[in-house]
């Protein structure tokens, strides 16, 4: 039997939330486990129902949605955070994906975008709306740090992108779970990036995944 990607779908607008409650009835292997009104809520909601991955809202109430996505990236890295939210904007995409956002979708993909954008994300890839990607590469346009990795990096590299683990990477390339960190330290290092999110919008942005 297939498993559920569990989602959690945090929004303050009951319109949207009731939309996506029936969108994903659509869907079998998705399973709506809450629904918060907010970045406070959505970061209890993680702790109580683990969800795989977190429909976000940007614009919320209390706490914003880019602090909550560092919140929940932070305390519960096995969750996936996918911003969906109605606004492109250049700053807002990056503090998205820097807080730790996998993805970045507007609220106007069509519900196969979003769909197979759920579905990447549960798996620990990355997906951006054309606009969000647009907006990224506005501000990367000029950098091409990837050609400072080396053979071994570059190796890593691919396979963070693919969405493993330092475990999982550490076995397929047979070597410790340290070595891995210490090559992981340096493709952050090179690529001027902060996490892992933010290795797979460089990647993506810069055509570097098939």
Known sequence: MQKKIRVLVADDHSVVRSGLRLFMLAFSDLELVGEAENGNQAIEFCR?????VVLMDLMMPDISGVEATHEISTKFPKTKVL???SFPEQQLVHDAISAGAIGYMLK???AQDLVDAIRSAARGQSTFSPEAEKALLRKNEVSTYHQA???REWEVFRLLIEGKSNTEISKELMVGVSTVKYHVSNILSKLGVRNRSEV???AVLHRLIE
């Open 48 to 52: 109580l129902y683990e969800p795989d």
């Open 83 to 85: 911003v969906l939210t």
């Open 108 to 110: 106007t993909a069509t």
């Open 149 to 151: 990795l080396t053979n």
């Open 200 to 202: 797979i919008a460089y």
